[in-house]
């Protein structure tokens, strides 16, 4: 997910006394179950919640068109509309270019031939699209649907000829009417390749915000009364941070052509996530939300409503393309998966691993891989430090303190400090 899940149950306890018995349980089944569902009924919750501080806010209110947009808003100093939330993502251009999709598969069909983990590089060719309003990025190769048997037909059998021949590194290319690529498989452990960047649009009305845009119009805020706006969050999509090049299309250019074509839409809001690298020591990605707006006059203080509506989001813990799959994973993610030592003789750590290794859920192995310590009997390898429970009780001291250390709501987990005593004769020799 983009916000951390402490943030977005703050988020639904403050829309609770606000949306409908039913609509709320819709929002939550959403939430609870890792489906493509999951990352738009966030984006509706953080948006409904900051929306709900700054003026009066009605959930779903039928309008005379039959339809229920998400948002019925009205404020002392912006003029009353109606909008409908959405959410954009790459999903549909993804499948019509499959190449996440065969690189998992070449990479999961490869470990029958006795091959390790990596060491994989798709190089896929491309051939434009030509459309009646342009050219759009196509990269060669099958549809989404026949891309495993594709693989097994005719990538393996000649992989499996190079191996059987004490070819190394296995090299296959392909140019014809089926696919275009290059495959080469080397010593790992890593994977990569290139492609084309198929989801940077090329033709203004040919894209998934273009789309999204034009159901929201047709459909939810057809025919309203007053002024209506589409809300754009994002769920991954070249189409929302684009600019302008020498065959691509700018997101400016798909909104105002589409405003041109639907003068009942009074505005669009766009909620993207930015990421800046900060420099120094270390380098660490800051993440924040960017917001651009589309208006017509017809909406005073808009702009500003905007703007207030940005600062009442939370600080996003992802990025747009990492939160869209971690909202596909079940369970609640992963707890904070480091350690340090504090001064004197504790340490501080994190609670879910120490719970999960109790419960049984988690064997001394994985908490160890995870914290990248080894066992007392393991030889030093210059990288691991020794597991410090176990240091501990081999030199007989048990903990005498154990403190909480709460994180804040953009952390997933919470830190225990524990302090272990002098050696205690109940667990070591007598001195």
């Not at 251009?93 to 031939?113: F, H, S, T, W």
């Not at 005719?154 to 392909?174: D, K, N, Y």
């Not at 750590?349 to 908490?367: C, K, N, Q, W, Y």
Request: glycine residues 8%; neutral net charge.
């Amino acid at each position: 997910m983009i916000f951390s899940r402490r943030a977005i149950q703050r988020l639904l306890n403050e829309l609770k006394p606000i949306l409908r018995r039913r609509a709320y349980a819709d929002l939550m089944r959403k939430l609870n179950y890792p489906t493509e569902a999951r990352l738009p009924a966030m984006w509706e919750v953080a948006v409904l919640a900051a929306l709900s501080r700054l003026g009066t806010l009605e959930h779903e209110q039928k309008q005379a068109n039959g339809k229920r947009p998400d948002i019925s808003f009205r404020a002392p100093h912006c003029t009353s509309f109606v909008a409908d939330i959405t959410t954009v993502s790459d999903r549909g251009v993804d499948q019509r270019n499959p190449y996440g999709a065969m690189a998992a598969i070449i990479e999961r069909e490869k470990a029958a031939l006795g091959l390790g983990v990596g060491g994989v590089r798709l190089e896929v060719f491309e051939k434009p699209e030509v459309m009646r309003e342009g050219k759009r990025r196509k990269l060669r190769l099958p549809p989404h649907d026949q891309i495993e048997d594709y693989v097994r037909r005719t990538i393996i059998p000649v992989l499996e000829a190079q191996q059987s021949s004490g070819q190394w590194p296995l090299v296959h290319v392909v140019d014809d009417d089926e696919a275009g690529f290059r495959l080469t498989i080397s010593d790992g452990p890593y994977s990569g390749g290139s492609f084309g960047a198929y989801n940077i649009p090329t033709i203004a009305t040919q894209n998934p915000l273009f789309y999204k845009l034009e159901e929201k119009a047709s459909d939810q805020l057809s025919a309203v009364a007053g002024p209506a706006g589409i809300i754009v969050c994002d769920g991954d999509c070249g189409s929302l941070t684009s600019e302008r090049g020498h065959s691509n299309v700018s997101t400016d250019d798909i909104v105002r052509t589409f405003l041109r074509k639907h003068h009942h839409i009074a505005f669009v809001l766009l909620l993207t996530v930015k990421s800046e690298w900060q420099s120094g020591l270390s380098r660490k990605e800051v993440l924040s939300i960017k917001h651009m707006l589309w208006h017509r006059d017809t909406i005073a203080g808009l702009p500003q409503l905007a703007d207030e509506l940005v600062k009442g989001l939370p600080v996003p813990v992802n990025s747009a393309a990492n939160g869209s799959l971690r909202a596909l994973e079940p369970g609640y993610g992963r707890g904070r998966g480091d350690y340090s030592m504090a001064p004197g003789r504790s340490i501080r750590i994190g609670a879910r691993h120490l719970l999960e290794v109790l419960a049984g859920r988690r064997t001394v192995e994985d908490f160890n891989r995870n914290f990248h310590f080894r066992g007392l009997d393991e030889p030093q390898d210059g990288r691991r430090f020794v597991n410090p429970f176990e240091q501990a009780l081999a030199e007989g001291k048990l903990p005498v303190r154990i403190e909480v250390k709460p994180i804040d709501e953009n952390g997933n987990d919470t830190f225990l400090e524990i302090e272990f005593g002098h050696p205690d004769p109940a667990v070591s020799p007598f001195r």
